[in-house]
């Protein structure tokens, strides 16, 4: 039982850690932004940086309606 409460661990991890808000530690990288802005048009939103957001910061911007 332990080993199969591990395992599920170790997968949620490794889900979190491949999550764009933690790409490059959370910076707002080039390649991170663009990623983010294309999910963003793919759900037919804008991605913008959130009132009084950190640029530098991936998790300051947000996807957004016009």
Do not use: N
Not at 30 to 48: E, H, N
């Amino acid at each position: 039982m332990r080993t199969a409460v591990a395992m599920l661990s170790l997968l949620a991890l490794g889900a979190c850690a491949s999550a764009p808000a933690f790409r490059d530690e959370g910076l707002a990288t080039y390649d991170a932004i663009r990623d983010a802005q294309q999910a963003c048009a793919a759900k037919g939103l804008t991605l913008k940086l959130r009132d009084q957001g950190d640029s530098r910061r991936l998790d300051h911007w947000s996807c957004q309606k016009d």
